[in-house]
Every structure is written in C-alpha cells, then in structure tokens.
C-alpha cells in the first residue's frame, strides 16, 4: 500500500471512530493544562487525574502557584513519577510566567520552550489542545503507533522526525485530533507489550512493523 493510501484509510477509520477527541487529562483553564502535562512525563493520565484536583485546589494559576515553594507542591504530587523535579519545574514556570507573560500562557513556541518543564512535546500539547494550532506532538504513543503502522520510516528515529512526517502528511486541520487519534489507539490497542492485534480494525491494512518501534 502506498503512503499516501495509508494515512488516508488510517485517517478516516480514525474520523469515523472518534470524531470528537481531547485529551484525557482534566483541567479548567490552559495554566492548568500546562501543569498537567508536565506532570504527565512517564506517568499516566489517570495517576496525574488523581492528584491535580488537590493540587489546583491550592494552587488554581500562576500567581499562586509562584508563591508557593518546591517542598509545597512536592507534597500534592509526591505519588507522580519524579515528583521532586516536577515540583521544582512547576514553580519555576509559575514564576516565569508571572514574571514574563503577566500570569498568561502564551501561545508561540519559542516562549513556551523558554518556561521550565516545557519541551517541545508539551508546547505541541499545549499549541494543540489550548490554542487549536496543528502542530503534532509526539510521545512514546505516537511514536510507537506511527511506526508499527507503516505512517513513518525506521530512518525516522527521534520524535522530531517522526512530527515532522506526520505534519507533511496529515491535513492541518486534522492534525490536533491525530494526535489523540495516534494516542489513544496506542494507550489502548497497539500497546508496547502484547498489543491487541487480533482485535485491531486497523489490523487488514496494518503491515505491523513491531521491531524497532519502541522509542527508547
């Protein structure tokens, strides 16, 4: 199957199974997503679901949440995976953004990567879901599925290649839901260990590439 068949059939089983998708992680304002995925790095939503309601309770923007010290937040967050940076990562973009940004998130790349905690997946993230730009953000998820599912080369062997494939070739203004499309289907049915092929409705035109498609 050429590529471009591919992503098209992916693409519209992906349209016809979710045509309305988000995130998982619960939030109530973009400085709330913001700390929400920072704290998802190697921890599940569900896990970082459990713990920000506390945590927002206390600490609902950045005003407060600059005030506050890293052994506080620590506190609220100690189950996630690497609380202690986290922790020290979330008031150093609470300050930044009180001290640059007047407490807003802003939307352009180049100052979201300049606040700690943020790389480029979680400003892709954050562009995506908060703004609705079409920018891609690759995880272990994305970056497993693109692979097994024939979207992307081997030679495409870092997250940033495999954005910039996705990007060239998925519709903009299909890109934000992809994501989760790419996300989910990897979170749920083509999952690192024992993936669920045998169920998989994706499985007729999936040449499942599975060696090498962990992101290491």
């Not at 998130?105 to 905690?117: A, I, N």
């Not at 495409?156 to 990007?167: A, F, G, I």
């Not at 169920?199 to 040449?207: E, S, V, Y």
């Amino acid at each position: 199957m050429r590529k471009e068949n591919r992503y098209r059939a992916v693409l519209e089983h992906f349209q016809k199974l979710m045509p309305e998708v988000t995130t998982e992680l619960e939030f109530g304002s973009v400085f709330q997503l913001l700390v929400a995925v920072i704290l998802s790095a190697q921890c599940t939503d569900k896990r970082i679901n459990q713990v920000t309601p506390e945590l927002f309770s206390h600490f609902p923007d950045a005003r407060h949440m600059a005030e506050a010290e890293a052994d506080e937040i620590y506190e609220y967050i100690r189950s996630v995976s690497y609380p202690n940076s986290k922790a020290r990562h979330l008031v150093e973009m609470a300050r930044a953004l009180v001290e640059k940004h007047d407490g807003e998130v802003p939307q352009d790349m180049d100052q979201l990567l300049t606040l700690p905690g943020v790389g480029r997946k979680t400003a892709n993230v954050i562009q995506a879901v908060a703004f609705g730009q079409a920018t891609m953000a690759v995880d272990t998820h994305v970056y497993r599925v693109s692979h097994r599912l024939g979207l992307v080369s081997r030679s495409d062997n870092t997250p940033y290649k495999v954005e910039q494939v996705l990007m060239r070739h998925i519709p903009d203004e299909l890109i934000p839901r992809a994501h989760h499309w790419l996300l989910l289907h990897g979170r749920y049915v083509c999952t690192s260990q024992r993936p669920k092929c045998k169920t998989c409705q994706l499985a007729d035109i999936c040449p499942k590439l599975l060696e090498g498609s962990k992101l290491e």
